[in-house]
């Protein structure tokens, strides 16, 4: 599953080829440090704009045939780099990279989400990028593998959501669609006050749900990918699934136990990976 703080990246797996290795790290790099400057640290909300504004403009100068060899600053450079000689070598796109950079910059002017179809966009660029590269990385690029992706990649960004609706909350943040929440009568004040009343049961189970039918459509691309590769994206969909057993076990008090995957919970997922039809 994830390392650090940054989902849907399997970064330097064991699993990985190891030709492969270099290049999902320097991927991760440019993810988990502009990631960092939408969510971490002190900064106001311009401080983060401009700093992924620098980011724009370095994705653009350092790939483009017109641009200049020097970047901002060493700190970008030692980013920028090794990124650029892992897209020429594996020949990436770069839209996958500006996708990123816009769904961060969105979680900086953007607390709230109207809709599932908002939400499901949010993730088609905040999520949904990663698997499209580690499918190029793979040479599997095409319209049914991108789909089935794009289903996993999204399904774990909305696990993820779940997991963090407190960790959220104390950032201003709600990621649950507020369509969702008048349906089921779950205010924002219930929320705060960690209710877990059945409106709110009943609200995750519908959550829950709705990934775990992500999920289940994307294990078809598990099983069609040979290897290892195939193996860790098993792991990383039965991880996911597991969570979400987690989540009902704790009957959706995700207020106060934050669901998290353990020694005995791998030993169920490797065997789920390896041996469950």
Known sequence: MSVNHYENFPVASVLLPRHL??????IYRFARSAD???????????????QL????????????????????SAELDAIFVPLARTVTR???PLSPFF????????????????DYASLADY?????????HLMLYLYGAVDAQNLEQSDAICTALQLINFLQDVAIDWSKGRVYLPQSDLNRFGVTETMIAQTSLSPAWRALMQFE???????????????????????LELRLIIQGGLRILEKIEAARFDVFHHRPTLRPADWLMIIW??????
């Open 21 to 26: 290795r270099r290049a999902v790290i320097d």
């Open 53 to 72: 504004e620098r980011y724009r403009h370095a994705l653009h100068t350092r790939f483009s045939p017109l641009a200049s060899s020097t970047l901002p």
């Open 36 to 50: 960092d400057i939408a969510d971490e640290g002190d900064a106001l909300p311009h401080e983060r704009i401009e």
């Open 208 to 230: 829950v749900d709705r990934c775990r039918t992500l999920l289940n459509s994307g294990l078809p691309l598990g099983r069609r990918l040979q290897g290892r590769v195939g």
């Open 99 to 114: 996708d990123l950079l816009s769904a961060f910059e969105q979680d900086v002017t953007q607390t709230r989400y109207p």
């Open 90 to 92: 594996h020949q990436l």
């Open 272 to 277: 789920r990976a390896g041996f469950k039809k």
């Open 123 to 131: 993730c088609r660029r905040s999520a949904n990028p990663v698997g």
